[in-house]
């Protein structure tokens, strides 16, 4: 993830955390129109924010049902679930634990716009992001002619090839900076 992706997805948080707040205050004050106003833009911004979670791992939240229900256990989006009007009583899920799981996210972005922040100079990082977009560009390749990229590229024989072009990549600067080095005498 880069600053920029690290910088609005914080910004989507923050956004969709408070007007889940105005939309609790609203709902609970028994006003209705501004309930349904504020319910409708974050329904407006759940998808976006759903991947901003993801990114961040926080994606999901886990029900389980009672013992007497059969103890189901299930894997349930976060903002669906902020979304939900009953989410307090229905799934004993308080308005503090909804806000703690925002406030969370929040600073897993502020370590990712941070950490994003600090390989914007750091040559390394630079370094081994080129040397990545160069391994994948045949699997990209692999992936305009209709097969699934990310299964071939995470498959073991794609693993295997990755490390083999990598360390080929690298064997042939060394080679060439050496030679350069040699000719230069």
Excluded: C
Aim: no cysteine.
């Amino acid at each position: 993830m880069n600053y920029l992706q690290a910088h609005w997805g914080l910004g989507r948080i923050v956004e969709f955390r408070n007007l889940y707040l105005r939309w609790a205050n609203a709902h609970t004050s028994q006003d209705s129109q501004a309930a349904w106003q504020i319910r409708k833009e974050l329904a407006r911004l759940a998808t976006a924010v759903q991947r901003d979670f993801d990114r961040a791992g926080m994606g999901y939240i886990v029900l389980i049902d009672p013992p007497a229900l059969g103890g189901r256990q299930q894997d349930v989006e976060f903002t669906f679930l902020a979304q939900d009007p009953q989410v307090t009583t229905r799934h004993n899920i308080s308005q503090q634990d909804m806000v703690l799981h925002f406030e969370r996210a929040v600073g897993e972005y502020l370590r990712l716009r941070r950490r994003a922040l600090w390989n914007l100079f750091n040559p390394f990082w630079w370094i081994r992001e080129i040397l990545a977009g160069i391994v994948s560009i045949p699997f990209y390749v692999i992936g305009l002619a209709g097969f699934d990229q990310k299964a071939i590229e995470s498959s073991p024989g794609g693993r295997f090839f990755k490390l083999l072009e990598g360390l080929a990549i690298i064997g042939g600067t060394v080679t060439a900076i050496v030679r350069l080095l040699l000719e230069r005498d």
